[in-house]
């Protein structure tokens, strides 16, 4: 398998190194790629939809069919890992810690089970004492770091950033929470309902937009025509109709990345991870 | 001349891609992975992608690893190769 | 300006979160959500065939945009054909699977849904889109649909086929984009019409050759073409039947739509056939595809895995016919993928139902099954006649098809393959029908007759009517295809082709 | 001597992009471990995105994001030259091929999670044993 893995790589390589001879220079600012399609966005995409951010704008305007499908994309990841990892029957073994002794009990039988409260807590099989600085500092950080994602969505149009980074730092946010305390604390917070509603409508609000342009006499995802519904100048309607679309995209990813973490590291039971 | 400072970033971004398919522990692998993600971060925002580097120091650098070590962390450390 | 064609793509695309979102509310309001998108989806998809037919090719720019600067959708005749096609065979097998889905993922039959409209939204985009990276998109959402479902089948063996898929499929479509990048840096543009229009002035141009042959080995191997087949037969046995029943016609046949248009719109015919010198070497590859395909078919003991190689073997035919370089081939290839899609989905819906009563088909557990269900059998042995190529169903008249390309172009061994591999089929079913048909049950060694009274009465134990229904209905499909290929050739494929 | 140095400053972010798409697909076939495997995945698909980046460089120029766009609302005062901002079209291109990458690498992780639930290994050779035993 090696030496077949080797010899496939070599001529492979060769191939793609006989197309390589005939590229345009590496920065060469006349090849074909920068002149055709690229020259069009650059000169005419402020002044057709009012975003400086170029990728923004074609990210969300003109090729916004391709980050709907993206969005998807991303929902689908979410999808696969409930569907093939989400586990509902609940562990046999059950570990409970003594508040005040700081003795865990082991717990084999299901039937057998302790109220938890102010003596006993419910932890993980491999409980160690959480640490004070690290749980301190986390539950600072944990609010800016979301702050910060807002920022990232809103500011899409103006810096680098947008809806998917946003998206994907908030969600690490959970995760953080999640590693600092434990997976239960992330579980009270945000629920899998919680969750699996966010990832299904952050998409619907981006594919409802654009079905309301349809709706409106336009085609498909056509932000133009939403100005008679918003009380703002009609120039800006675009750069507005790519903010809506990129908050979609934002709490499509925000809650599919929370999924994945979550049915990854607890093997889909959602009861103790890392 | 920004081409000794890619030509460098990229020389690290393949020594750290030879190191990370070759190390023997998958969590050293998911670390290395992690600093693999980084210098290409650094690559694209040398070349100007600032919004693709952007991405991919959240994504690559980022969340990509905390996956990557919740994987190893449900299943196990060991490789033979 | 009507939307038809946005709506085609829109409505099961809404339907896959309604239903994701409804599930959350009451799980069983997501089944009929789902059959009513895709219903929706199907009309309007013949719609937008007859507005083709009438008043030629259909452009929709998504958002509004020209062309070249933003997403097209443009849907001429081939598209249209095919777009119904998925369309209804996605439908249709909604409408036969709601037992299926409930007997093999009971618990989360709702994603199920989900996930399976997405794998349509997927292939429907595939097929209407204009545009090349748009369409690696949709590539993507079809192939993570498609690991995911195949992972859900079988509880010991589906999980690692579906990783294998998983790997081969990314190459697969890495390399696709791979091949996107370098025509795009050559022609700077990603519009396949637009495309198409700089390509000619690049003569001899390394780059579009490499290009052209990495979306063509991205494509291959998404369609599972001989050397490259190894993920399809695992992947496509160990998956649940509902989602077998739909991947099985559907994905193999989408890639070959996408490989012929490659070949017609984007790089033109021209290019690949006179200045590349490829077709005979690509013609021997579906020739062996179409010979390896048929043995192994002959090896297997499991009906479902005999199934998965009979595609192996079809997609030789469709490759070798679109490359033979002549009409007559091309026509067989694209009236191919009609029948082949028709013959697969009616092979696997009966593959279904007999799942759905007996787990296990290895040919030790079929015997006596004619008795058990007469009308599942009835449509799997047309649909194997079909297979086969006797003369009143469809699979003949491609075939025809195809022999006279081969004929025409002198590729008398691609016409041989055809024959033999007819043969084959021949023997294969005819096997299988005998192990149905004549032995008894109860009476092999495999079988530990522990009910204890071994009389000959076997009980009728026929599959859920919708699946029969349906059975029935593509049955008949079968035939009237077969009956009207020539209006479909000449209103449909040849205008298309010239 | 410097038409040599012109030609490798010229192709080298190409052929270097190759060297590690190489790497990448070496390890997808060859490796044991399925998740080194996953590695050589995404290796594999970050040299394609490398790739597109470097189409999308164009020395002399800067980062795609208009200055003064809304400073000058004098209309048209301020006239945008192509030839100063970098080709955006393949960084929208790449931003949606990185998200591709990130959700098959979710779905191949939780493939690998199932498969070690099932087998308590990870490894091909021990896979395929476990495989042809039952």
Known sequence: MKLLGFIIVCLTGTFLLYGTSDLPDWGDPNSPASLHLSNHYIEKAVAETEVPNLVTAVLADYRGFDTMFETAVVFTAGLACFLLLRDFKPKEDRYYRHVPTGVVLHFKDKARQLRVGT??????????????????????????????????????????????????????????????????????????????????????IYVGIGAIAMVMGGNFLDYSTLAPLLPVNPGHIRALGMLGVEIGVGIAVMAVMAIIYINIVSQGRHDEGL | MLWPIDLIVLTFVIVTAVAAISVRDLLGTAILFSVYSFMMCLLWAVMGAVDVAFTEASVGAGVSTVFFVAAVFSTSRRTKD | MNNYPAILIIAPLLGAFFAGLAAWIQERLSYPLALISLALSTFASVNVLMEVIANGTVHYRMAGWAPPMGIEYRIDLLNAMVLVLVSSIAFLNLLASYQNVEQETHDRAASFYVAYLLFVVGLLGVVATGDLFNLYVLIEITSLTSYTLVALGDRDRA???????????????????????????????????????????????????????????????????????????????????????????????????????????????????????????????????????????????????????????????????????????????????????????????????????????????????????????????????????????????????????????????????????????????????????????????????????????????????????????????????????????????????? | MTEIISLVVAKYNYWLYIVLMMIGLYAMIAKNNLIKKLVGMNIFQTAIILFYVSIGYKTGATIPIIKNAHGSHGAEAAVIHAAEYINPLPHVLMLTAIVVSVATFGVAMALCVRIYQRYQTLEEDELRMRLSEK
């Open chain 1, 119 to 204: 003596e006993f807590e419910a932890v993980d099989k491999d409980w160690v004492p959480s640490d004070m600085v690290i749980k301190t500092v986390c539950r600072i950080l944990i609010p800016f770091i979301q702050i910060y994602a807002l920022y990232v969505v809103a500011h899409g149009d103006f810096s680098p950033g947008g809806g998917f980074q946003g998206g994907v730092i908030f969600g690490s946010s959970f995760i953080l929470l999640a590693i600092s305390y434990n997976l239960k604390t992330l579980m009270k917070r945000v629920s899998e309902k919680f969750l699996g509603i966010f990832s299904a409508v952050g998409v619907l």
């Open chain 3, 159 to 498: 999980p690692l086929a579906s990783l294998n898929y998983l790997f081969i499929g990314v190459i697969g479509a890495s390399f696709y984009l791979l091949g996107v990048g370098y025509i795009y840096i050559i022609t700077g543009s990603l519009n396949m019409v637009d495309v198409a229009g700089i390509l000619p002035n690049l003569p001899g141009s390394s780059t579009v050759l490499v290009g052209f042959i990495l979306c063509l080995l991205g494509v291959w191997i998404k369609m599972a073409l001989f050397p490259l087949h190894v993920w399809l037969p695992n992947g496509y046995t160990y998956a649940p039947t509902a989602f077998s029943r739909v991947v099985a016609p559907l994905m193999t046949k989408v890639m070959v739509y996408v490989m012929i248009r490659l070949m017609i719109t984007v790089f033109g015919l021209e290019y690949i056939f006179v200045t590349l010198h490829l077709s005979e070497a690509v013609v021997w590859l579906g020739t062996i595809a179409i010979v390896f395909g048929g043995i192994m078919a002959l090896a297997q003991k499991n009906l479902k895995k005999m199934l998965s190689y009979i595609i192996v073997c079809e997609i030789g035919y469709m490759v070798g016919g679109a490359w033979l370089g002549n009409e007559l081939g091309m026509t067989g290839a694209i009236l191919h993928i009609v029948n082949d899609a028709l013959m697969t989905f009616a092979l696997f819906l009966a593959l279904g139902n007999i799942v759905y009563k007996i787990k296990d088909v290895d040919y030790s557990n079929l015997s006596g099954l004619f008795g058990k269900m007469p009308w599942t059998m009835a449509g799997f042995v047309l649909a194997a006649f079909s297979i086969i190529g006797v003369p009143p169903t469809c699979g003949f008249f491609s075939k025809w098809y195809l022999i006279l390309g081969a004929f025409e172009a002198g590729a008398y061994h691609f016409a041989a393959a055809l024959l033999i591999s007819s043969l084959i089929c021949a023997v294969l079913f005819f096997k299988v029908f005998e192990i149905c048909f004549f032995a008894p049950e109860g009476n092999g060694l495999s079988h530990d007759n522990s009910h204890g009274h071994g009389d000959p009465v076997i009980v009728m134990d026929e599959a859920p009517v919708a699946s029969l229904v349906t059975l029935g209905i593509v049955s008949l499909a079968l035939i009237l295809v077969g009956v009207y290929s020539g209006t479909i050739v000449n209103t449909i494929i040849l205008p298309f082709l010239r």
